[in-house]
């Protein structure tokens, strides 16, 4: 047979060849993995995440995220389900296939411009503020700050204040008196009684500057643990000594999460709004404030309809502390 020509060809010429992938439709349904196992998130270390199976601290996995979670973020206290080799041999790998709905998040940015959040920790009961009465000396702003971080992200705010046998709380007492947060006072005498109590049976988060005694005081409470410790710069700030945050299991039961040692805690991801659902009643005071009030009082705000409320209720000291959470805020008196 000779050269056909073009117009010699019809439709049964032509080849179609098929997409590099499948020539078949890619199918919407996903495994539902209903054998996995609950786990909790302990550590998260390039690309791998350790988990405790059914929070059990004597039964740890190493585990990848599935291809199907894509860029789900997996953080230390996530709640996970895993599937596969789950054993927990050496050189065996399980899958995180789902990410439960978290019921609390530590938040920060890396100042308050920065439009990136970082997760620090999910699922904590609460947020213990670690801050030293001297060597270094204490921060009202960063306490302030994490106070901000800790209601905005639905976790139960405890200022922890060590070091006393360097120095008397004092003061520090007083400046934070009118919340609702317990206050625990250590030394590096005695035992941490008072809030190892606070922590069992729950899931706590430990955070402060470098140098504060943070990994000290996770030795105690931990003495398995083994958390490196540092001495304080000359220039009154500590060395960095946590690198990465993880979940420690407590004796008494209950986890505590520590964080590495920050130096500056951004709020660029909350609002005022998150401050004031803190406070009850000065939320719905401030809708009588005129537009733009900024509720800081004085020369800021002098018509501030927070003043006539506060008279009115005996909340002055709140009014106080919620207006120096706005400051801290808003990046004013942050020391």
Known sequence: ????????????????????????PRSKQRPKHADATEAMVIAVDRGRWTCALNGDPAQLV?????????????????????????????????RIVRVAERTSVLRRTADDTDSYERVVVANAEQLIIVTA???PPPRTGFIDRCLIAAYAGGLAPVLCLTKADLAA?????????????????????????ELRELLTDRVSALV??????????????????????????????????????????LPERGWVVDTPGIRSFGLAHITANDI???????????????????HLGGEDDPDCHLDTFAAGNSNADQLVSLRRLLRSRAGLDDD
Not at 63 to 92: C, F, H, N, W, Y
Not at 211 to 230: D, I, M
């Open 169 to 193: 709380p004092g003061d520090w007492l007083k400046t934070y008196s009118s919340l609702d947060m317990p206050i625990v006072i250590t030394n590096l005498e005695d035992e941490p009684e």
């Open 133 to 135: 009465l001297a060597d």
């Open 62 to 94: 190493t585990a990848m995220r599935a291809r199907e979670l894509g860029r789900t973020p997996v953080v230390v206290g996530d709640q996970v389900s895993v599937v596969g080799d789950i054993s927990g041999k050496p050189d065996t790998l399980a």
């Open 1 to 24: 047979m000779g050269k056909r020509g073009w117009r010699d060809l019809d439709e049964s010429d032509v080849r179609v060849r098929p997409g590099r992938g499948s020539s078949r």
């Open 276 to 294: 004031f659902a803190a406070f009850e009643g000065f939320a719905e005071a401030a809708e009588e404030c005129p537009p733009n009030c900024g």
């Open 208 to 249: 402060g500057h470098s140098g504060v005694g943070k990994s000290t005081l996770v030795n105690r409470l931990v003495p398995a643990a083994e958390r490196a410790t540092g001495e304080v710069s000359g220039v009154g700030k500590g060395r960095h000594t946590s690198t990465s945050a993880v979940a420690l299991a």
